[in-house]
Nanobody
Framework: VQLVESGGGLVQAGGSLRLSCVAS????????MGWFRQTPGKVRQFVAG????????YYEEDVKGRFTISDDVAKNTLYLQMDSLKPEDTAVYYCAACPPHLWIGVVTTNTPGVYWGQGTQVTVSA
């Protein structure tokens, strides 16, 4: 299984970025998919999640109304559209996939059965 993120970069406050995560190596039907972020010395935090191919989406409070998670099942790709970016959004962003019996919003890097991408850096300048 591979999750490969792309789309990170440097952007000014108020700008936008779209992250992509290409998933391969298995059928992700029924899996929870999500985006997490991590800054140095901090625990990796949930940002947004959804069921693979599903309609319901979930967001961490600080990003509600600014970030949008979506997927394209035909392209095996998960997206995170990030608008109105703030300097405090600066972090490494990770894509994750978890099996159906888990809720993506509570998984950690120590949760068995969860797949993680390698991360993509997002830097928002003031």
């Amino acid at each position: 299984v591979q999750l490969v993120e792309s789309g990170g970069g440097l952007v000014q406050a108020g700008g936008s970025l779209r992250l992509s995560c290409v998933a391969s190596g298995r059928n992700f039907s029924g899996h929870g998919m999500g985006w997490f972020r991590q800054t140095p010395g901090k625990v990796r935090q949930f940002v947004a999640g959804k069921g693979w191919g599903g309609a319901n989406t979930y967001y961490e409070e600080d990003v509600k109304g600014r970030f949008t998670i979506s997927d394209d099942v035909a392209k095996n790709t998960l997206y995170l559209q990030m608008d109105s970016l703030k300097p405090e959004d600066t972090a490494v962003y990770y894509c994750a996939a978890c099996p159906p019996h888990l809720w993506i919003g509570v998984v950690t890097t120590n949760t068995p059965g969860v797949y993680w991408g390698q991360g993509t850096q997002v830097t928002v300048s003031a």
